[in-house]
T-cell receptor
Framework: DGGITQSPKYLFRKEGQNVTLSCEQN?????MYWYRQDPGQGLRLIYY???????QKGDIAEGYSVSREKKESFPLTVTSAQKNPTAFYLC????????????FGPGTRLTVL | GENVEQHPSTLSVQEGDSAVIKCTYS??????FPWYKQELGKGPQLIID?????GEKKDQRIAVTLNKTAKHFSLHITETQPEDSAVYFC????????????FGSGTQLTVLP
């Protein structure tokens, strides 16, 4: 997991509430990513950011929002518009925008009741 | 966009035997192919990767082969050990900083003692 911290490890929320997942890195990496993982499926890209104050939608951005105000931090908000938010969420970083190798954090398991 | 298919979804082998996991990709522009290992409840960890200018790469008991013509690549694990039990993901990435990794759906490998 290196220098990538995701907190908390487990998160429970009631349906209809927004929730923010934290991702912090001390690797001095420029690029950061959020993926969603569901059982029996691969990782799907939600949002990514290649530089501070800029981010791009991934394949499944609907119902999610992000910000990149600091190089070290890339929080993900799961909004009430996300129809099926229960999943394992993974944050990743890469040294430079376009770098191939990505490093993953330990993940946050979100359960919406 | 890129589409990556991975087989098999589950694989059981006896300790000491070899394991092979195969992936196919659709975008001929893909030139980077990593393999990740994910243990239960943790984030994926890069175990080996290959770029399109080589056909094979080895790292101790792990090897990856790439056939660009057929658009498929494979992970080979020899002399399997119980600690190799995990979910393995392949991925592919086309060249260009705006292009992102696309993951396969994963293979649950179980090494039986």
């Amino acid at each position: 997991d290196g220098g990538i911290t995701q907190s908390p490890k487990y998160l429970f929320r009631k349906e209809g509430q927004n929730v923010t997942l934290s991702c912090e890195q001390n690797l001095n990496h420029d690029a950061m990513y959020w993926y969603r993982q569901d059982p029996g499926q691969g990782l799907r890209l939600i949002y990514y950011s290649q530089i501070v104050n800029d981010f791009q939608k991934g394949d499944i951005a609907e119902g999610y929002s992000v910000s990149r105000e600091k190089k070290e931090s890339f929080p993900l908000t799961v909004t009430s518009a996300q129809k099926n938010p229960t999943a394992f969420y993974l944050c990743a970083t890469a040294g430079l925008a376009g770098d191939n190798e990505q490093f993953f954090g330990p993940g946050t398991r979100l359960t919406v009741l | 966009g890129e589409n990556v298919e991975q087989h098999p979804s589950t694989l059981s082998v006896q300790e000491g035997d070899s394991a092979v996991i195969k992936c196919t990709y659709s975008d001929s522009a893909s030139n980077y192919f990593p393999w990740y290992k994910q243990e239960l409840g943790k984030g994926p960890q890069l175990i080996i990767d290959i770029r399109s200018n080589v056909g094979e790469k080895k790292d101790q008991r792990i090897a990856v082969t790439l056939n660009k013509t057929a658009k498929h690549f494979s992970l080979h694990i020899t002399e399997t050990q119980p600690e190799d039990s995990a979910v393995y993901f392949c991925a592919a990435k086309p060249s260009g900083s705006a292009r992102q990794l696309t993951f396969g759906s994963g293979t649950q490998l179980t090494v039986l003692p």
